[in-house]
Structure formats: structure tokens, C-alpha cells
């Protein structure tokens, strides 16, 4: 019996572990009663559960009261109320499920007042890993602070050829402010010659990330107020930002920044895989512009991607450079107000991609992506539209307005838009395309079951709704179910 009863404690014991269930070899924090009635209690695991038994709150009934674990690299202790009644750290209530870093010489309470509960006081032996990785953490901050601000980067950009990085919105400034003095602009770092600048994106992810899942550097922000951004500060930072491409081309340099662009309608001889240089026809040097307006030697040009050539960066004018859902330069609506002839009159591949308020466009049948690909389900849909004696390109025009109202949520597209999608938002053809496809499932998520044939309404919904992948390769699945419907089984998991 006494053996038995010595496996049982063990086990219970054993069970207010986690992870592993490996019993480091010593401890690394202790909760010292603070008077005799209870026992002390060693933390060894990394991930420890305290429960009523071993508090001495209950012989009766056990139950988990709080949990206390660390961060091994970080070396941040914290503690999670698990009982249904709050407790005192220092004063401070913590209610159930709430979490709060703790620290040696804390007051813990094993309940919503002092009198009557057990009242222990933390001791962290193992402290100084903390003060280690502080250090780290602090010299870590200063590689991902701006030059310019003295903050922590938001939303990098990388200056070339020195690869400098700054805030989009500092650099932004500080080359505002060299356009206006006519300077060439340079690195604010190094004071070398700048020719392009980029958004970074691999280093705002980096940025990203470190600030949403490091605990150390969480609370070292925390203390120091100075490296904080509010709300207010963040929203003005992205107005102010000028870099919304991967390549934006500084000043006048041309010349250096060559793209390889081969023209099939030319030749098809070895002479069309030439490099050919991007060109601008407001350069203040090129001849026949066709527009008013002239490039300086410091004006900043961008690189359209679909036709590689060259426009002038214009803030001074209301007309879109760049398709608000994917952020891809483009150059049709731009030579299109300036009533310019294009760089490359003889072949323009631009105009696949051209720039277009969604009002503009002329929609002729469903995209492919519609429905996610579920051919099955697009068939309901034109069926539906038909029968009502309309067309894809009327629904979506009638629809598209519910944009400007809220009425449609916005849709996910390639790149976190800047403002929201609205009727009148410019984008290349394939956000446009999938636009439509988002505007047609808003369509057919409202049309009443009772309007639709009396198979298709009685089917049951799929549980993964949209995102099921088996809707794609399995025709009998994509029939039996609905999947024009909410997800519901990633909401039960």
C-alpha cells in the first residue's frame, strides 16, 4: 500500500509537468510561502501547473489554480490564472486566463483578496539569463533601428548601390527634401550616390515578425516609450511614404539602370535580345515628349513592369501609377493623361496590363477563379443569370457600387491595399479579374435558396465551404455539396 500510494503522488506530481514530462535536474524559480501553514514550491520544469492539492486550498476537490513558465531564450517568466477566481500579483487582479509576466520579489495570491489565501513571494534563481539576453536583445534593436529616425524600421526600404536601409517614410523625406534644393540625392547613412531605392520586403518581415513574437523585445519597447509608435504616427508614416515599388529609380541615372527587354514584333533576329535601355519621354533631353511636363536631373522615375520603360514618379497629380491591389508599376494610365507617345510605340505589352477603374471595364463572362475553380458551381451561377435575362458584365456593374457602401467586405488581393477597393479603385487586368470573382461569390451568397433549382438548394454545405480543395479534383464532391458557404470546420477546430 505504502508503495502504491508513493506511485500515485509521483504520478500526480509527474502530471503538473508538460512538453516532454523531463524533470530538469534543478530548479530555476521557487514560490516561497509566506508564512508556515504552506509549503514552499521548487519550479523546475520550463512549463509548471500548480493545483489546489499542493497549495493546501482544497483536500477535497483538485483543481488547476494558476500556471508558471518561462521563456528559455528570452529568460521572461509569466503566469496564467487557470482558476475561475482572480489573482493578486503585486495588488494587480488577473482574472481567468489572463497572463502576466512575473519577476523575483512579486507577491503572488492564490485568490481576489489577501485574507484567506495563500500568499507566496517569487524567487527567480536563474535571473541572469535574463540580464544575457536583455543585451542581446538591446544590441539586436540597434541593427533595426533608421538612421534617419532613430526608431525601429517601418516598412524598410533598401537604397542601392550601398544597400542602406531606412524607414520608406524618412527616406522618402529626406529625398523630397534634395528635389527641392535641385541636389543629386544621396544615402543618408554613407553620403554616396543613390540610384534606386526598394521596398524590402524580406527585412519588413524580419521587423514584422521579431515585434509580434519576441517577449523580450515586447517589453523592452514597453519601457522605453521613445521607440513606440502610436496609431496616429503609423497612418501619417504610410502617407508620407514615396516607395511603393521594388525599384524606384533615383534622379537622372538612366544610363546604369539597363533592363533586358526583347521585342518580337521587331525582328526576330539575334539583334531583338539586345539590351535595350529604359527611356522617358519627359526626360528634359528627349525630344517630341507630347506633354507639358519635363524631367528634371534629380526627378525620380519608375520602371513600369510589364514594358520596362521609364516614367517620371508624379505626387503632383491625381492619376495612379500603380495597380492599387498588387502594387505593380504601370504606365498606361500615365502616358494616357499626358497624352504622350510611349517609349516603345511599336510594341506595348503594357496594355495586358493596363490600369483601369473597375467601372471602365467591360466584363464578358466569369473568370476561372470564381468559386475558387469549382466549375460546378460557376454553371449555378451563369445559369442563374441567364435565366434572369442578364449578363455577367451587368450583375458585376450592378453590384460593384456596394463597394463604395461597405455593403461587399473587401477582398483579399495580392498586396495589403493601401485604401479601400472601391468602384472607381485603378487595377491591372488580373486584380481586376479577381475582383469580379469576389463580387460574383458576394452575388451568389445572397440570392435566396428558394430562386435556385430545388437540387442545388437542398445539397448541404461542405464544411471547408470555399477554401475545399477536393471541390478541384473530385467532380461527384464539387456536386453533392454546396460550396458557395462559410467554412465551418475550421471554426470547430
Given at each position: 500500500m505504502g508503495s502504491e500510494g508513493e506511485s500515485?503522488?509521483?504520478?500526480?506530481?509527474?502530471?503538473?509537468?508538460?512538453?516532454?514530462?523531463?524533470?530538469?535536474?534543478?530548479?530555476?524559480?521557487?514560490?516561497?510561502?509566506?508564512?508556515?501553514?504552506h509549503s514552499d514550491m521548487e519550479?523546475?520544469?520550463?512549463?509548471?501547473?500548480?493545483?489546489?492539492?499542493?497549495?493546501?486550498?482544497s483536500s477535497l476537490?483538485?483543481?488547476?489554480?494558476?500556471?508558471?513558465?518561462?521563456?528559455?531564450?528570452?529568460?521572461?517568466?509569466?503566469?496564467?490564472?487557470?482558476?475561475?477566481?482572480?489573482?493578486?500579483i503585486n495588488g494587480q487582479l488577473l482574472e481567468e486566463k489572463e497572463h502576466m509576466s512575473i519577476e523575483s520579489g512579486n507577491e503572488i495570491v492564490l485568490g481576489s483578496e489577501r485574507r484567506g489565501y495563500p500568499i507566496y513571494h517569487v524567487h527567480v534563481i536563474h535571473a541572469e539569463r535574463h540580464s544575457d539576453c536583455s543585451e542581446k536583445v538591446s544590441s539586436l534593436v540597434d541593427n533595426l533601428k533608421c538612421s534617419i529616425c532613430l526608431n525601429i524600421w517601418h516598412d524598410v526600404v533598401s537604397v542601392t548601390p550601398c544597400l542602406h536601409n531606412f524607414c520608406n517614410a524618412c527616406f522618402s523625406q529626406w529625398y523630397r527634401r534634395s528635389e527641392r534644393k535641385g541636389d543629386n540625392c544621396i544615402c543618408?547613412?554613407?553620403?554616396?550616390?543613390?540610384?534606386?531605392v526598394g521596398r524590402n520586403h524580406s527585412l519588413r518581415n524580419i521587423v514584422e515578425d521579431m515585434l509580434k513574437n519576441n517577449p523580450l523585445l515586447q517589453d523592452m519597447l514597453k519601457n522605453n516609450p521613445s521607440l513606440q509608435r502610436s496609431d496616429e504616427d503609423i497612418i501619417q508614416l504610410d502617407k508620407d511614404a514615396v516607395v511603393q515599388s521594388d525599384v524606384m529609380i533615383i534622379g537622372n541615372n538612366i544610363?546604369?539602370?539597363?533592363?533586358?527587354?526583347?521585342?518580337?514584333?521587331?525582328?526576330?533576329?539575334?539583334?531583338?535580345?539586345?539590351?535595350?535601355?529604359?527611356?522617358?519621354?519627359?526626360?528634359?533631353?528627349?525630344?517630341?515628349?507630347?506633354?507639358?511636363?519635363?524631367?528634371?536631373?534629380?526627378?525620380?522615375?519608375?520602371?513600369?513592369?510589364?514594358?520596362?520603360?521609364?516614367?517620371?514618379?508624379?505626387t503632383d497629380i491625381d492619376v495612379p501609377q500603380m495597380c492599387v491591389g498588387c502594387r505593380k508599376i504601370l504606365c498606361s494610365a500615365y502616358w494616357d493623361s499626358q497624352n504622350a507617345i510611349h517609349p516603345n510605340s511599336f510594341y506595348v505589352p503594357c496594355i495586358n496590363d493596363a490600369l483601369l477603374p473597375m467601372l471602365r471595364r467591360a466584363f464578358l463572362t466569369i473568370p476561372e477563379q470564381t468559386h475558387a475553380g469549382n466549375c460546378v458551381e460557376q454553371d449555378i451561377t451563369k445559369k442563374y443569370i441567364r435565366e434572369r435575362g442578364k449578363?455577367?458584365?451587368?450583375?458585376?456593374h450592378e453590384c460593384i457600387t456596394k463597394l463604395d457602401t461597405g455593403e461587399i467586405e473587401q477582398p483579399k488581393l495580392s498586396a495589403a491595399p493601401l485604401e479601400p477597393i472601391t468602384s472607381a479603385t485603378h487595377l491591372c487586368n488580373a486584380c481586376s479579374q479577381t475582383m469580379v470573382a469576389h463580387i460574383l461569390h458576394w452575388f451568389r451568397l445572397s440570392i435566396p435558396k428558394s430562386e435556385l433549382p430545388p437540387d442545388v438548394a437542398r445539397r448541404e454545405d461542405c464544411w471547408w465551404g470555399h477554401d475545399c480543395r477536393t471541390q478541384h479534383h473530385n467532380l461527384d464532391h464539387a456536386r453533392k455539396l454546396n460550396h458557395v458557404c462559410e467554412a465551418t470546420r475550421r471554426a470547430r477546430r
Open positions: 500515485s503522488s509521483r504520478k500526480r506530481e509527474r502530471s503538473t509537468y508538460t512538453a516532454d514530462d523531463q524533470k530538469p535536474s534543478s530548479s530555476w524559480a521557487k514560490l516561497v510561502s509566506a508564512d508556515s501553514t519550479i523546475q520544469a520550463d512549463e509548471m501547473t500548480i493545483n489546489s492539492s499542493m497549495t493546501g486550498l476537490i483538485t483543481h488547476n489554480i494558476f500556471k508558471i513558465y518561462r521563456n528559455v531564450d528570452s529568460g521572461i517568466v509569466k503566469l496564467q490564472n487557470l482558476s475561475s477566481h482572480g489573482i493578486l543618408p547613412q554613407c553620403r554616396s550616390d543613390v540610384y534606386s544610363a546604369s539602370q539597363k533592363s533586358t527587354f526583347i521585342s518580337s514584333s521587331v525582328s526576330n533576329d539575334d539583334s531583338s535580345n539586345e539590351e535595350i535601355e529604359p527611356q522617358c519621354p519627359q526626360c528634359r533631353d528627349t525630344q517630341g515628349s507630347g506633354g507639358r511636363f519635363h524631367c528634371e536631373e534629380n526627378t525620380a522615375h519608375l520602371q513600369c513592369r510589364s514594358c520596362w520603360e521609364l516614367m517620371p514618379l508624379r449578363t455577367v458584365d451587368e450583375i458585376v
